[in-house]
């Protein structure tokens, strides 16, 4: 994803300089006193029209069955796409955001994706391949069906992508990361966590359209045949105990990636 100067490294990836390999225990960035921030920031957006769909590392949390809710967090970087169709619309959208509060993060001259708002960084990228990037098919289709989800210990709805799609996304800028290392690493293991961790991913694959669901079948395959797979995922899994999930990991992906019967979806 294109975003500002000193800001995000390729699609929905904030980099954190001080992660080393060890950390990727605990990849997954939110807790309680986080998801209050998420419930103010939906709620100042609700307040302006067209659909905002939450998107990043930090809504990973909310596509698992289970979250250990009071963890200790990290620094909080939310996503979100507008459906503005226009880049007309979108700098409407920029003095809307002004109004309420919104505080350009970097450049003060729209178009701007970064904002500061309370004491959140918030950064909203319109509907458009120029910012999305590679992975624009799926956050387009994404976005389209993006379901109402409740926040965590909230009445408050936010809009998220389906799970199928969200996972193309996180395949998507795995496979576009050919330079080892953290950010890589980090990503798969998201991939690793949604696999293991969401009991109903393969009905939603298999029920999910045609070409998102044959992406990420064909995707997985790949990688389960691939000669480093198995070694990154011992990076990532390096306690003793968790050998099993490398294993867990790999037959997942082997039945994720079998075929199922041609649907006209």
């Given at each position: 994803?294109?975003?500002?100067?000193?800001?995000?490294?390729?699609?929905?990836i904030e980099p954190?300089?001080?992660?080393?390999?060890?950390?990727?225990?605990?990849?997954?960035?939110?807790?309680?006193h986080?998801?209050?921030?998420?419930?103010?920031?939906?709620?100042?957006?609700?307040?302006?029209?067209?659909?905002?769909v939450f998107?990043?590392r930090?809504?990973?949390?909310?596509?698992?069955?289970q979250?250990?809710?009071n963890?200790?967090?990290?620094l909080?970087?939310?996503q979100?796409i507008?459906?503005?169709?226009?880049m007309?619309?979108?700098?409407n959208?920029?003095?809307?955001?002004?109004?309420?509060?919104?505080?350009?993060k970097?450049?003060?001259?729209p178009p701007?994706?970064?904002?500061?708002?309370q004491?959140m960084?918030?950064s909203i990228?319109p509907?458009?391949?120029?910012?999305?990037?590679?992975?624009?098919?799926?956050?387009?289709?994404?976005?389209f069906?993006?379901r109402?989800?409740?926040?965590p210990?909230?009445q408050?709805?936010i809009?998220?992508?389906?799970p199928?799609y969200?996972l193309?996304?996180l395949?998507g800028?795995?496979?576009k990361?050919?330079k080892?290392?953290?950010?890589?690493?980090?990503?798969?293991?998201?991939?690793?966590?949604i696999?293991?961790?969401?009991k109903d991913?393969?009905?939603?694959?298999n029920?999910?359209?045609?070409?998102?669901r044959?992406?990420?079948k064909?995707?997985?395959?790949?990688m389960?045949?691939?000669?480093?797979?198995?070694?990154?995922?011992s990076?990532?899994f390096v306690?003793?105990?968790?050998?099993?999930?490398?294993?867990?990991?790999?037959?997942?992906?082997i039945?994720?990636a079998?075929?199922?019967?041609l649907?006209?979806r």
């Open positions: 994803m294109r975003s500002q100067p000193k800001q995000s490294i390729g699609i929905f954190r300089q001080a992660w080393v390999l060890r950390d990727l225990s605990d990849a997954l960035f939110m807790n309680k986080q998801l209050k921030k998420l419930e103010r920031l939906s709620q100042a957006l609700d307040l302006l029209p067209g659909k905002f998107t990043g930090e809504m990973m949390p909310l596509y698992l069955d979250f250990d809710w963890s200790r967090g990290g909080l970087q939310i979100c507008t459906d503005a169709p226009t007309a619309e979108f700098m959208l920029d003095r809307a955001l002004r109004k309420l509060g919104f505080v350009p970097y450049l003060p001259s701007v994706i970064d904002w500061e708002f004491d960084t918030v990228f509907l458009q391949q120029e910012f999305l990037g590679w992975n624009y098919k799926w956050c387009e289709e994404g976005v069906h993006a109402k989800s409740n926040i210990f909230s408050q709805e809009r998220v992508m389906p199928s969200f193309a996304n395949i800028d795995y496979q990361i050919e080892k290392g953290t950010i890589r690493l980090q990503k798969l293991r998201q991939i690793a966590d696999l293991l961790y969401r991913m393969l009905e939603e694959v029920g999910s359209f045609y070409q998102v044959q992406f990420i064909s995707s997985l395959d790949s389960r045949n691939g000669d480093i797979l198995e070694h990154e995922l990076q990532i306690k003793s105990k968790d050998k099993a999930k490398i294993e867990a990991v790999l037959h997942k992906m039945v994720m079998e075929p199922v019967a649907s006209t």
